[in-house]
């Protein structure tokens, strides 16, 4: 049964990721990339840097880490805390839908539904004996070369010519730059790969936790780069985001190791060429 699920889950899911970007090609619609601008990307772009750092990942073998059949077992049960992290996601891109991105809403509900419930939930179950292993492993130096091949590609072809941050004082740049990536790249990535696909790859396997979490982390873009129509941005962020989130979920089953996640996120938000570019 795990088996046949997972297989079904992970055809569906990386079918409407590809799916998507074989809409965007066939129409030659660009995809939005931000929600500071209206400016879009041809829908190639994406997958461009993903296709450079998958191959590298592949071409050096990753040694010592949980790809090599060294990671920790699962508790016996993980679906309760699996089902309750999938309907955190699930609900924060809904709510953000409904209720709209501004702020204070999009921070409340970002440390409510991806940090608070999770925390309280873990906490409960450390209380009543469950404690979740540590996913993490020895990566060494093996992600490098991947993430070097990700980024260069991914710089290459970025947009240097705006700055999000021109004209504001430096330590208020830092203070932004750190909060930023505290509640963005930090918070996104400890749940959406190292909670959430963790939990569901022992439930569903690999294949399936990597396109349900880049599903679920793609979709609440939504309220941030959409249009109003629904289905047009949910191929838009699918055919970007869910490209990307493949990605980081396999750079995470692979290396089992935050760095290189947090590392490639936090260049998305902070593009370290735009400061450059406006003498920053």
């Not at 990339?33 to 990942?57: E, F, H, K, N, R």
């Not at 920790?72 to 309907?87: C, E, K, V």
């Not at 980024?151 to 947009?159: G, M, Q, R, T």
């Not at 294949?207 to 349900?212: E, G, I, T």
Request: aromatic share 10%; glycine share 10%.
């Amino acid at each position: 049964m795990k088996a046949w699920a997972g297989r079904t889950v992970a055809v569906l899911g990386i079918g409407a990721i590809a799916g998507s970007s074989l809409v965007a090609a066939t129409t030659g619609r660009g995809l939005r990339y931000t929600a500071d601008s209206p400016d879009t990307i041809p829908w190639w772009q994406p997958w461009a840097p993903v296709v450079a750092g998958l191959l590298v990942a592949l071409a050096v073998r990753a040694r010592g880490t949980a790809a090599d059949g060294t990671g920790t077992a699962a508790p016996s049960n993980p679906r309760p805390q699996a089902r309750i992290l999938l309907a955190c996601g699930v609900g924060f891109a809904a709510a953000l839908i409904v209720l709209g991105p501004e702020e204070p809403k999009y921070t409340a509900l970002k440390l409510g539904l991806l940090l608070a419930v999770p925390a309280a939930v873990f906490a409960l179950d450390r209380r009543w004996g469950r404690r979740w292993p540590d996913p993490t492993a020895r990566a060494g130096w093996t992600p490098v070369p991947a993430v070097i091949a990700y980024l260069a590609v991914y710089l290459a072809l970025s947009d240097r010519s705006e700055n999000f941050l021109a004209g504001v004082p430096l330590l208020d740049a830092a203070l932004l730059l750190l909060v930023g990536f505290a509640i963005n790249a930090l918070l996104e990535e400890v749940f959406y790969r190292r909670w959430l696909l963790t939990r569901w790859h022992a439930v569903l396997g690999p294949w399936a936790a990597v396109a349900l979490s880049a599903l679920v982390w793609a979709s609440w873009h939504v309220a941030i780069q959409g249009s109003g129509d629904l289905p047009l941005d949910a191929m838009n962020v699918l055919a970007n985001q869910g490209v990307s989130g493949l990605f980081l979920g396999f750079l995470w089953l692979r290396y089992r190791v935050m760095w290189p996640l947090l590392v490639i996120h936090g260049i998305w938000n902070a593009n370290p060429l735009q400061f450059l570019a406006s003498g920053s």
